[in-house]
T-cell receptor
């Protein structure tokens, strides 16, 4: 199994450019997440999805949009990139089973630099 | 605001020293607790998790954690660290006020083990 795969792994953008990060999971998980990791700030939740066709805002959603058109894919979009969005982005997925909670599986990360 | 706190941001130890990393959370009610590890250049991997039952949880690579409900804590321990334990460690909590859908992380503790 590939698990959680993120595309691309590295990207450099100019301020104002747009891009989409793709997250794909092959574990049939219901929940998917996008986090950004910045030094000294840990992982902060950008957006998440609890099922196909649903999305919700996390702690730091401004400047990002997401879509979950297919259960296995969760896309993160930057419409107009800003230097403050320079970060490492991690996607994660998790199975939901009633009230019993499960661990999250993470992708390898996307290192994005906005100049 | 409800949160997850890791008070030790950087820890430096010699090999064979004992380790304890603190984690406190501010959510009321039943919580699910996790410790993740991120080795240099890699994605996050689960070390251990607590859902219910015995508050002393054993994970991989000799790590363990103790859930103390009265102190809202879930501290990570290892009796004798190795150089290969050099990594960043994250505590995470499932928040009951979002139906356990969100996974909230602390800011992380960077551990350096010197040979």
């Amino acid at each position: 199994n590939a698990g959680v795969t993120q595309t691309p792994k590295f990207r450099v953008l100019k301020t104002g450019q747009s891009m989409t990060l793709l997250c794909a999971q092959d574990m049939n998980h219901e929940y998917m997440y996008w986090y950004r990791q910045d030094p000294g700030m840990g992982l902060r939740l950008i957006h998440y999805s609890v099922g196909e066709g649903t999305t919700a805002k996390g702690e730091v959603p401004d400047g990002y949009n997401v879509s979950r058109l297919k259960k296995q894919n969760f896309l993160l979009g930057l419409e107009s990139a800003a230097p403050s969005q320079t970060s490492v982005y991690f996607c994660a997925s998790r199975q939901a089973r009633g009230t019993e909670n499960t661990e999250a599986f993470f992708g390898q990360g996307t290192r994005l630099t906005v100049v | 605001a409800q949160s997850v706190s890791q008070h030790n941001h950087h820890v430096i130890l010699s090999e064979a020293a004992s380790l304890e990393l603190g984690c406190n959370y501010s959510y009321g009610g039943t919580v699910n607790l996790f410790w993740y590890v991120q080795y240099p250049g890699q994605h996050l991997q689960l070390l251990l998790k607590y859902f219910s039952g015995d508050p002393l949880v054993k994970g991989i690579k000799g790590f363990e954690a103790e859930f103390i409900k009265s102190k809202f804590s879930f501290n990570l321990r290892k009796p004798s660290v190795q150089w290969s334990d050099t990594a960043e460690y994250f505590c995470a909590v499932n928040a009951p006020n979002t139906g356990f859908q969100k996974l909230v992380f602390g800011t992380g503790t960077r551990l350096l083990v010197s040979p």
